[in-house]
């Protein structure tokens, strides 16, 4: 199975990016930006926790770097955790240790995913959790 990005259409959803790389940040906006996203970025956790905490916004999947100022992602995804249970969170890092995967699984990610992360695992990570029609033998 392909997938490419041309065919996934996201209109109506929310993604969030939370990233201080400002070429990471570029690299989602352009692989997003045809798919009908609705795509906020913030530059650090505070921002993040500020957005959560000014009222019910709409969110239907967040990436998340580990290491961010002001909040790291860890506590980001805690913070997250308290009102949105269900909402998919996507740890993208380039953090390969163990400690830092179950840290951030217990924090409450669906997903640890190494740096670089190339389009296709992108492409299949939003189908995964905004396409319900994906057959689960496609999870890899």
Known sequence: MTLNISNLELTGKNIVIV??????IRYYET??????????????GKEFVDYLNQGNHIIDLVFM????????GIECIRIFRK???????????????????????????NEYVLKPIYPEKI??????????EIPVSHIY
């Open 19 to 24: 990233e201080d790389d400002v070429p990471s």
């Open 31 to 44: 692989l997003l930006k045809n798919s009908g996203a609705d795509v906020k970025i913030f530059h650090t």
């Open 123 to 132: 492409f299949f990570l939003l189908e995964k959790y905004l396409k319900s």
């Open 83 to 109: 009102e949105r249970k269900s909402i998919p969170a996507i740890m993208i890092t380039g953090y390969s240790s163990e400690e830092a995967k179950t840290e951030a699984f217990i924090a409450g990610c």
């Open 65 to 72: 770097d580990f290491l961010i100022p002001l909040i790291n």
